[in-house]
């Protein structure tokens, strides 16, 4: 279960981080509750899934899904460039990620 706890951080974390873009540096009142809001779920998802699980894997795979969901946002809603150096970077990011998940 915290496995699953840790992923709906991570996904709350790519929400937050795509609101900050949407608040406009926090000067619109409804991007910025929403992202507020997410940032606290996020970061109270983490602390549960770290009851069980062990600090620097929690908290690697939490930036490693919250990055590489950003990356993936980031395409699709604001057109930004597929490279194929930054397919490559997101590609490690997800081996590495995937290494934390087999290890533990």
Not at 1 to 15: D, K, N, Q, T, Y
Not at 35 to 56: F, H, N, R
Not at 69 to 94: N, Q, Y
Request: glycine share 12%; hydrophobic share 60%.
């Amino acid at each position: 279960m915290s496995w699953i706890i840790l992923l709906l951080a991570g996904l709350f974390e790519i929400g937050w981080a795509v609101g900050l873009k949407y608040s406009d540096g926090f000067t619109r009142p409804l991007p910025t509750l929403l992202t507020v809001s997410a940032m606290i779920i996020s970061v109270a998802l983490l602390g549960l899934a770290m009851k069980e699980l062990p600090l620097g894997t929690a908290y690697a795979i939490w930036t490693g899904v919250g990055a590489v969901g950003t990356v993936i946002a980031g395409v699709i809603l604001f057109g930004e460039a597929v490279t194929p150096m930054r397919l490559a970077s997101v590609a490690l990011i997800v081996c590495g990620l995937l290494g934390l998940k087999l290890s533990h």
